[in-house]
């Protein structure tokens, strides 16, 4: 991990706080291109208005990542935030998964710190290799116009600026524990680079395999510090979003 991750994800790249109405829209028209038509994981019928939703966008924190040089939205996260009225409403994951009983979070003052990190979405522009075909939407052929050599050694690194959202999201709300129903390949990464998500129940077919997680932020932050410095710099935006509590 060179040390020159942050200034130059930054150069190409900005996380923006989907805080409005009008960039929420923008993140669930992009989790449409991706989940409905690229993956074909849900149904077209059931999104009229070509915008991707459900029952947890009301109570999650939405952000993106936007393209500088051409102001497109090269990828979507949320985090799903605790309810202060009902700290036991379940979430995605606890619904969709078999938890080990000796790995949930069930003590309602742990709930009130605990997020889910959900809906991953990566434009097919953007993380499509060199040389592959075009993407839905025609977005391939404007997108690589604009990428230069930094940009492109900078495009495999776009979940972890996800993973920099989602950091940046518990920081302001507060919370220390995350769940995550991870797709494989995105566990073998967060591991490889010292994110301690750990497995908290069997792998299970949504959305393709997934694998529930969990993570304590100061487990994972101190780790990735220890382990990847540049990666610590750009997950915490250099310490401003330091989540967790000592």
């Not at 805080?19 to 149904?43: I, N, P």
């Not at 075009?134 to 495999?156: H, N, W």
Request: with cysteine; aromatic share 8%.
């Amino acid at each position: 991990m060179h040390a020159e991750l942050k200034s130059v994800f930054d150069r190409y790249f900005e996380i923006v706080h989907a805080d409005t109405e009008s960039l929420r829209q923008e993140v669930y028209r992009l989790r449409y291109q991706v989940y409905v038509l690229e993956a074909g994981f849900e149904r077209p019928e059931d999104f009229p208005d070509g915008l991707e939703r459900d029952a947890f966008d009301a109570r999650a924190d939405h952000y993106l990542l936007r393209h500088r040089a051409t102001g497109l939205y090269a990828a979507t996260a949320r985090m799903i935030l605790p309810d202060p009225d009902d700290p036991m409403r379940p979430y995605p994951i606890e619904l969709h998964c078999r938890i080990d009983a000796d790995k949930k979070v069930a003590r309602p003052e742990q709930r009130l710190r605990l997020g889910e990190v959900s809906r991953f979405a990566v434009s097919k522009a953007f993380k499509r290799r060199l040389g592959e075909g075009g993407s839905t939407g025609g977005l391939a052929e404007q997108v690589d116009r604009y990428l230069q050599p930094d940009e492109r050694r900078i495009l495999p690194h776009l979940s972890i600026g996800l993973l920099a959202a989602a950091v940046r999201s518990m920081h302001m709300h507060g919370l220390t524990y995350c769940y995550a129903a991870m797709e494989m390949a995105l566990f073998r990464l967060v591991t490889h680079l010292g994110l301690a998500f750990h497995p908290i129940g069997p792998t299970v077919e949504y959305h393709g395999p997934r694998l529930p997680c969990l993570t304590h932020a100061n487990e994972s932050l101190p780790n990735i510090k220890r382990i990847a410095p540049p990666l610590w710099a750009l997950m915490t935006d250099d310490g401003r979003y330091a989540c967790g509590t000592e």
